[in-house]
């Protein structure tokens, strides 16, 4: 019994054995897969990463693709108009201008939108007065969109060059829209007869004085009353408003995105609906000058930066200090010019008003001043009123 008792526990013993080798080795054999198994969800997660990472760059490569398309499209169209504008001025023989030894002054660029009659008075008026500088003025339409009217209108002038604009983004300023809603031209204005020769003296001007952003034959204050005497010119610190002629070079500044073709200066003339309110109270009685003045023949060296600070100086200087209310009584009974001095934006515009001369300002800067000083006539009179700033003084150099 005791033999056949010790015999069934070394067997019992041995199936113990071998069943604990055998767990053991299982569990080991477990582990050893469970190691397999994350290395490989491991290994499928780095894939999924990868393939994502290059879906991203696929379809940003697709995206430059679309966009390098558009852009071989927009370059395809800009040639396209510049061969036809040069068609255009071979077949006006331009050659034949330059042969005659005549550099151009500025080109005039008429901006057209979608109305042909607009766009028709505006060059009448233009032509009036353009014949004897044709050639130092070539004139170019440029259509913004493509209204076939506007087109065939601007076609049917052999004086000018028509062209398409080519401006596909907003023209990019420091305040965005702002040049664009400023300078058009109702469809009613016209030029006046020494626009040209203004124009060409003012660009003996800007190639001398750098100081000088651009030349404006605008008076935002020119209302009849306000003005006396079309020989006189100013420096402003205000960008003024309609027709304009800028150096290429500050063009190109402003306008990153107009062709560079243009050789010469610029005159811009908008062409565009009236300007409704605004128009009527301020734009339309602007004194439109009738005197054909010979520019060119005129000695404006006053006008360059270091001289006109002293030149504006003595104006300013020569003016009586008025003060306090009912400005425009003291002001008549005054002989010469007056000045006016405010304290700050708020009582420029109290004193504008009573005027009734602009009270807008930008940056700083009411329209139409220089350092500060905004000047008008009394009254259609010789006599000036200046209105002065807190600075303005100091800043001409004159001692209060
Ligand atoms: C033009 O005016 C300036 C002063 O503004 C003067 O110095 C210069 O001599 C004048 N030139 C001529 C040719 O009269």
Redesign the pocket.
Known sequence: MARWSSGLRCLLLLTAIAFIYTQVRLFKAQSEYAEKISAAVEGENQCTSQMRLLIDQISMQKERLVSLEEIVKRKEEECEQLRTLVQNLERKDVKNLFQQNQVPVAAVVIMACNRADYLERTIKSILKYHSSASSKFPIFVSQDGSNSDVRTKAMSYKQLTYMQHLDYEPVRTERPGELIAYYKIAHDMEISPDFFSYFEAGADLLDKDKSIMAISSWNDNGQKQFVHDPYTLYRSDFFPGLGWMLSKSTWDELSPKWPKAYPFMLIFIFVGSSLGQFFHQYLKPIKLNDLPIDWKSM?L??LMED?FVKHFADLVKGASPVYGTDLNLKISNLQGDARVTYRDQQHFEEIARQFGIFEEWKDGVPRTAYKGVVVFRYKTTRRRIFLVGPDSLEQLGIQS
Do not use: G, M, P, Q
Request: glycine fraction near 0%.
């Open positions: 000695n060296t006053y001289k």
